[in-house]
């Protein structure tokens, strides 16, 4: 069972799932699953927990990261999502982010709200930073739930924001539900990673070597706004 539903071609930096065995498991359970599994997908770490310890229902919080390219690169192609924009107004996208601190009714910057029980989400954090002469973005969002498609919802309209395809009235309006949603665009799925799963009882730590790279190759140059 694991902790979330992710799109195709999403990433997951940080994935927990919970597996109820009925006898004890081999000491070489890690190498065993790893050389099963496809190469794009690797186990990190096994532990033992209690019998009703839950890898989604546990979860206090999540983190993701989204990151979107300006300039055609053939070695970002799979890691970060392509975007040919010649320029984006990152004071307007930051006031959008600023907006979304806090808990609001997400309804309508979700795919399939009517199959939640709710639509409220706790933002706690929204950055985002621009590096490489401003051609590389980082989005960064974490709360204490997040609902179908949101993050790549949210995105797109941000995304339109910074071209001036729609106004921060307009934007804030989705979320206070003043305007209802017309188009249901999603941004690319691979700009996003699920990045960070917190837990009441523990915080797992270990995280993939190739997702840090990335986020230390995109800190050096980073300004935040």
Not at 32 to 51: G, R
Not at 141 to 155: H, K, N, Q, S, V
């Amino acid at each position: 069972m694991g902790c979330g539903r992710t799109d195709a071609g999403v990433h997951a930096a940080q994935y927990i799932a919970h597996l109820d065995a009925q006898e004890e498991l081999p000491e070489d359970f890690l190498g065993i699953c790893n050389h099963l599994l496809d190469e794009q997908v690797a186990l990190k770490d096994a532990l033992i927990v209690d019998d009703n310890w839950h890898a989604r229902y546990n979860a206090i919080e999540r983190q993701y990261d989204y990151f979107l390219h300006t300039r055609k690169d053939p070695f970002l192609s799979a890691i970060s999502a392509y975007y040919p924009l010649e320029r984006l107004d990152f004071e307007k996208i930051q006031k959008g982010m600023n907006e979304l601190i806090g808990k609001h009714d997400f309804g309508n910057l979700c795919r399939q709200p009517y199959k939640h029980n709710h639509t409220f989400c706790h933002i706690k954090n929204a950055s985002v930073g621009v590096t490489d002469y401003g051609s590389r973005f980082h989005f960064q969002f974490t709360a204490d739930r997040f609902l179908r498609g949101m993050i790549r919802i949210i995105i797109a309209k941000l995304i339109d924001v910074g071209m001036g395809k729609i106004d921060l009235e307009t934007f804030m309006g989705y979320i206070n539900k003043t305007h209802e949603r017309q188009h249901k665009e999603m941004a690319y799925p691979q700009g996003l990673y699920l990045s960070g799963i917190k837990y009441p009882e523990f915080n797992f730590l270990v995280k993939s070597p190739g997702f840090l790279s990335l986020l230390d190759s995109f800190n050096k140059d980073q300004h935040q706004y």
